[in-house]
């Protein structure tokens, strides 16, 4: 089907060419030309505006902006809501915060423009590996926008299925997306899952201090051991109730490095992590470890530390994200 991609950065572009290599029409627009022109290139339609990515597309229309949470994506949001016609679907699937989701899916509303929200993990792997996607929206819009979603997918891959899963269960969920609920509901979700993300990356960062720091000279020489981490990282990968996705980048930095010496140790929050435990305040739920891992990465601020380090690698291997450096 076709659809227009807005916001063409590390996960945008490659949205872009996953739908067009699965046979999608894709017009694309980026204020960087260079990036337009590169998916030029691959086979998608290049906009030169705005107004030229709506005028490109044919009624119902549907455009995704995969651009940062806040003043752009709002902006841009506000323009194509002036462009878009009843019937028209505006997606959202950056990490914006989802009361935003509400109040501009209200807003759109009024011009019978549908507003879909989609919490979409995959970082910079997204291309060959799929996107796991968590989608909130009317049901009429999410079902019209499906052939979209399932090409971004994972699909079923060599996962081992769940035992016992209900028949009549929802089986986007094992191919890797979901229909959440209704608007917000999608990005609610995955501010969760990075809220989830902080801790478990945290639990890795701390963990291997602890093993890095069993030569330390405070111990008795006797109970130093001279541990090779990315060892380590890589027997924990096969078969330990620990592996993951996100060991499996802990390994790879660790063979690269162990030093980690290209990881200045300040680490970014981006967002998602304070407004999890803003949810969890708001229903009365203790996050204890959530909420030690987000005062953690301010703490990297002040202070930097080897498992400072460890996170920083972590982030830049599953989305590329660069640290700033104190």
């Not at 993300?197 to 030569?215: C, D, I, P, T, W």
């Not at 200045?264 to 009365?284: C, F, I, N, Q």
């Amino acid at each position: 089907m076709q659809i227009a991609l807005v916001g063409l950065g590390r996960m945008g572009g490659n949205i872009a060419r996953r739908l067009l290599r699965d046979g999608h029409q894709v017009v694309v627009w980026d204020r960087n030309a260079e990036a337009v022109g590169a998916l030029a290139e691959e086979g998608a339609q290049a906009a030169t505006s705005l107004e030229d990515v709506a005028a490109r597309l044919q009624p119902p229309r549907a455009a995704w902006i995969m651009l940062p949470a806040g003043a752009p994506t709002a902006q841009t949001i506000a323009v194509l809501g002036e462009l878009f016609s009843a019937g028209d679907v505006i997606i959202d699937g950056g990490n914006s915060f989802y009361k935003d989701d509400i109040v501009r899916a209200e807003e759109l509303a009024q011009h019978g423009v549908h507003f879909i929200d989609v919490g979409t993990s995959g970082g910079v792997w997204g291309l060959e590996r799929g996107y796991c996607m968590m989608i909130g929206g009317s049901k009429e819009a999410v079902t019209r926008l499906d052939p979209v979603f399932a090409t971004l997918a994972p699909g079923l891959g060599d996962i081992v299925r769940t035992a016992d899963r209900k028949p009549d269960a929802d089986p986007r969920a094992e191919r890797g997306y979901i229909h959440a609920g209704p608007v917000g509901a999608g990005h609610f979700v995955k501010m969760v899952h990075n809220g989830i993300e902080y801790g478990l990356m945290q639990a890795y960062a701390e963990g291997f201090n602890v093993l890095r720091r069993k030569s330390s000279e405070v111990l008795p020489e006797n109970q130093r051991y001279d541990l090779d981490l990315a060892d380590v990282a890589e027997v924990w990968r096969r078969g330990s109730v620990v592996s993951s996705w996100l060991l499996d980048l802990t390994a790879q930095a660790l063979v690269k490095d162990p030093s980690l010496a290209d990881f200045p140790g300040p680490v970014a929050d981006s967002g998602e992590g304070r407004w999890t435990l803003e949810a969890a305040m708001e229903e009365s739920v203790p996050v204890p470890a959530l909420s030690a891992a987000l005062f953690a990465r301010f703490r990297s601020r002040e202070e930097v530390s080897y498992a400072d380090q460890l996170l920083s690698a972590m982030r830049f291997g599953f989305g590329g994200h660069t640290e700033f450096k104190k």
